[in-house]
């Protein structure tokens, strides 16, 4: 005879085949399926796309009573609400976009037990009438997607999120299933104790994602290099760009709309109907270019974004992985794309110098900042880098993202570490003067600009000492440093300023390797064939890859019976 186990374990496979029509679990999904339809509390963390709404979905339907959902995306219930009716299961949602009579009428479907599951915003729970309503019903489970909406550290904390620790409380024996893509082990520990779900079995997925190729390219001029980066390798192809500021978003959405890219911006200072529209048509629309602020994202399954590119330097690398992690969600090859100069690190590190919150928050903010600059300037591949950072253990080089396709060389930039920090050193000291990056490499190069002949600066000892590199390396060469904290920003107008380290330099008691800027690819592309600039700031050596990754996407899309593009 079967154990209970197996025939629950049955019936789940069952489900998964019959209601959503897939022939297989992913990954863990049936170990956790099998875990909370037997009572079991759970953290799962799997990247997006994963497939964490089945693990809670399934026991949804295998156990009695309905379940309930805290979900802090109210803009998307309506669609997963579809999305499930379409296939026959009873789902229904609580939030402030309801009427009176709607409301009604999904209290009614919950008390008469003709729901499956039930969704809810985080701050519904807090209103004493939903929880009397829950009491009055019967509960199959608690699922918490997005659950590192309870951590402080991370952009998507929700104060709301903390009040759900009462639910174990208040209902101790229904399970608990909390959901997210957020990685790291601190943010898992935090999530756990936040929501008192420290006996729950932790399932945790690997976070690597093969299919998408990580590219951190010098940022120059970012907007026309996105533009062809997406006319050389995205043309009619969906997918994300994430901007800073939305002065910068709107600007981005209209240099490609100009350009023949058919673009969309959002931001939260669109209104909600623009941003709601926005957000439709790029889920239900084919080829469309989502530009944003990091606002937008979160819950949205789009299985073909097939590039997503960041024209700004994110806060962190959780950060950076999440956004990224849009990306390719279908499996097929995806690039990530990331324009990356010294105006983002000096940008970076003020915004954290001015940013609201104590030492200690300050102080986290950099060692964030600090892990996603170690990436940008690394010379070892970056999605082992990036595997690291989230606790796996090491992998060998990808293969296909950038320093695997090209490593960088390094260079011994002690040298002029030192001249660049003497140039701050000297300003400092004998003029009693702080400066930015633009006017000291102005110096380093020996020019006489207006400012440098104003102030006489071209008496200094350091005038003209830097003339053996260009402007690009010196710009790198104070990236670098202010990368690795030997140099500081400062004000409003981003002045450069020593550290405590950066003695250690200057008294040569430390080296500094660099990574080898780029000479500047040639401005004009006539003359040149397509099949050479195929790849936008890549090398031609990196074109078979790239031959390979295309034909690989064409016989995929074959097999899957859709047009190959
Ligand atoms: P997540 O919440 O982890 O980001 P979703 O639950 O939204 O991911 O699932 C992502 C996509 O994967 C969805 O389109 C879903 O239908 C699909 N999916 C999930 N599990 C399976 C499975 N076992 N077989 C096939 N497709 C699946
Ligand atoms: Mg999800």
Redesign the pocket.
Same mark, same amino acid.
Do not use: E, H, V, W
């Given at each position: 005879m079967a154990s209970p186990t197996e025939l629950r374990t049955s019936e789940a496979l069952e489900v *998964?085949r019959r209601v &959503?029509g897939?022939?297989? &679990?992913?990954g863990f999904?049936q170990d956790v399926v099998d875990h909370v339809v037997a009572g079991g509390d759970a953290l799962v963390l799997?990247?997006?796309?994963?497939?964490?709404? *089945?693990?809670y979905q399934i026991p949804a339907l295998v156990r009695p009573g309905v379940a309930v959902v805290v979900s802090p995306l109210i803009a998307l219930m309506q669609d997963q609400v579809d999305a499930l009716t379409a296939v026959g299961v009873r789902a229904g949602f609580l939030n402030s976009t309801l009427d009176l009579d709607a409301r009604r009428r999904v209290e009614a479907a919950f008390l008469a037990g003709e729901l499956d599951l039930l969704y809810l915003a985080p701050e519904a729970l807090g209103a004493r009438g939903t929880v009397q309503l829950l009491d009055r019903g019967k509960i199959a489970l608690f699922a918490i #997607?997005e659950a590192h909406c309870v951590s402080q550290w991370g952009h998507d904390f929700r104060p709301d999120y903390l009040a759900l620790s009462m639910l174990h409380e208040r209902w101790p024996d229904v399970p608990r299933i909390a *959901?997210t893509?957020t990685a790291t082990s601190a943010t898992r520990a935090e999530i756990a104790t936040r929501l008192d779900l420290t006996g729950a079995r932790h399932f945790v997925a690997s976070f690597d994602r093969p299919n998408i190729q990580y590219r951190i390219v010098p940022k120059r001029e970012p907007r026309k290099q996105l533009l062809s980066l997406l006319r050389d390798e995205h043309p009619g192809d969906a997918g994300i760009v994430y901007c800073l500021s939305r002065a910068s978003v709107e600007k981005t959405a209209e240099f490609l709309t100009a350009n023949g890219v058919a673009a969309l911006p959002y931001h939260a200072g669109l209104d909600a109907a623009t941003r709601a529209a926005n957000q439709q048509r790029f889920l239900r629309e084919d080829g469309l270019v989502m530009v944003a602020t990091i606002a937008f994202g979160m819950?949205i #399954?789009k299985?073909d974004v097939r590039f997503v590119a960041h024209l700004d330097l994110p806060k962190s690398v959780e950060g950076y992985y999440q956004e990224t992690g849009r990306a390719g969600?279908d499996g097929l090859p995806s690039t990530a794309w990331l324009a990356y100069g010294l105006q983002d690190v000096v940008q970076q590190r003020k915004l954290i110098e001015t940013s609201d919150g104590d030492a200690a928050h300050r102080r986290g903010l950099a060692r964030h900042l600090d892990a996603m600059l170690a990436l940008c300037e690394t010379v070892r591949c970056r999605r082992a880098q990036l595997l690291e950072y989230f606790g796996e253990p090491a992998t060998g080089p990808c293969g296909h993202c950038d320093t695997c396709l090209e490593p960088p060389e390094s260079w011994d930039g002690t040298i002029a570490a030192q001249k660049l920090l003497s140039t701050v050193y000297r300003l400092d000291r004998e003029r009693n003067q702080r400066f930015g990056a633009g006017h000291c490499i102005d110096i380093l190069l020996g020019r006489r600009t207006e400012k440098v002949t104003q102030f006489g600066h071209d008496s200094l000892t350091v005038f003209g000492v830097g003339e053996d590199l260009r402007e690009a390396e010196w710009r790198g060469v104070v990236r670098q440093l202010l990368a690795e904290g030997l140099l500081a920003v400062e004000g409003d107008y981003g002045t450069l300023v020593l550290t405590d380290t950066s003695a250690e330099v200057l008294g040569r008691r430390r080296t500094v390797m660099m990574r080898r800027e780029p000479e500047r690819p040639a401005s004009t592309r006539s003359g040149r064939s397509r099949a050479a600039t195929a790849v936008a700031d890549l090398p031609p050596a990196a074109a078979p890859v790239f031959e390979r990754l295309r034909a690989w996407r064409a016989a995929a899309a074959k097999e899957q019976g859709v047009p190959a593009y």
């Open positions: *998964l &959503f897939y022939d297989t &679990f992913r999904q799997m990247p997006t796309g994963g497939g964490k709404s *089945l693990c #997607d *959901l893509a819950g #399954d299985p969600r």
